[in-house]
């Protein structure tokens, strides 16, 4: 697996910052905010008493630490914690000043590099693809309409118990971009190599997600194996022809990387099923039984990626195995209700396949298969259609026990949202 470098520029409130942060979590990666390390300054100066055009002269003589630390981003200068005074509106206003002068730019363009050079991180900022890591291996460029990220940063502000209005939040904001993109020194601007998101009318998450799958992209790079391909390019399309199969949200699964399957189940033929919605590589939790009734069944299942789970403390290893091959960016299927349901209403849902997710910290797609009760007869003669959903991702952020329980019961309720419509 390769540890790249992810370089995210963009306007002030376009998302950057909570992007990175979420991103960095699903990667196992150092968030970089660099927009901290200008405002350690512009909180330094503030603190110092400086006026801006002090700090020209005296920035050889500072020290400054980014740390992350439990989630939260910390900025030492010269040993002094300055974290708390970072977002104070007259430290912003100082900032916004000094990350014009190029000698500060020149001095934060070595402590950023070192990040850099230590691969496996996402940095944000304004010349991060520009200038900073012209080499990344992915380049983002992120904007949204001025009127959304003043109504982004005034709930910031408002959550932080500031009192500001909308207009002079605005006002503020056209300010900045303006500095931001036209000043001599590495202006913000696209770098010609980065993707263009506008995040005016998207969610975190689906932002998150965006920049996800073209991760996974550059750091996964192992293929399907041979005979996975042979059964899509040859079994697939009789099996689709011959049962009338329909597959909905196939574009929402990713191309490469790592990611967990999480279908109701009704009957043996579920994981083929599913197998062929998602036309990937896949790898299912099995009962241990069906390993040991038919040899020739055992064979095929396990020729298609079984993994054989024990009940109870035995299904630890199986478990790990998951694990092992999510991290080498495979897909698992994983039957949330632990068993087959009787009467195909869903039974409620297991904490593996959840707990595994944030472990590991994975996407999930919830499945929903109609109609597989009915049998090939039904299917054939169209009286009844075989149908497959796949539903858009689920991304966890945590991984406490309350979460993962929060997480589960969000899998069990996408699922029944697909089986209501
Ligand atoms: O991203 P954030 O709002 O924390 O950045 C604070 C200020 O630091 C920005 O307004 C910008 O002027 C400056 N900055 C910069 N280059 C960066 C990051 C931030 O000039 N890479």
Redesign the pocket.
Known sequence: MRKIVIAIDGT?GSG??TICLKLAYLLNYTPV????L??GIGAYIKRHNLKPEEIKEKIKDLKIEYKFEKNVPKIFVNGEDLTSELSDPEV?KI??KI?EFKEVRSFLYNVQREFVERKGVIME????GTV?APDADLKIYMDADIKIRAERRLKDFKEKGKNVNYETVLKELEK?DK??KERVN?PLKKAKDAYFIDTTNKTIDEVVYEILKLAYEKIYTSKDKLRWRIAYVIVYPIIKWLFGMKIKGRENILKRGPCIITPNHVTFWDPPFVGFAVKRECYFLAKIDLFVTNPLFAWLIRTFNAIPIRRGAGAISAYERAEELLKEGKVVIIFPEGTRSKTGKLLPFKKGAASLACKVRVPVYPVYIENVKEGPLKWIIRKKRLRITIDKPLLPSDNTKEYVEEFNKKIEERVKNLMAT
């Open positions: 002030a950057k910052t905010l660099t927009g901290k200008y405002r912003e900032t916004s990350a900022g304004r010349d991060i900073i900045r500095r931001d590495a």
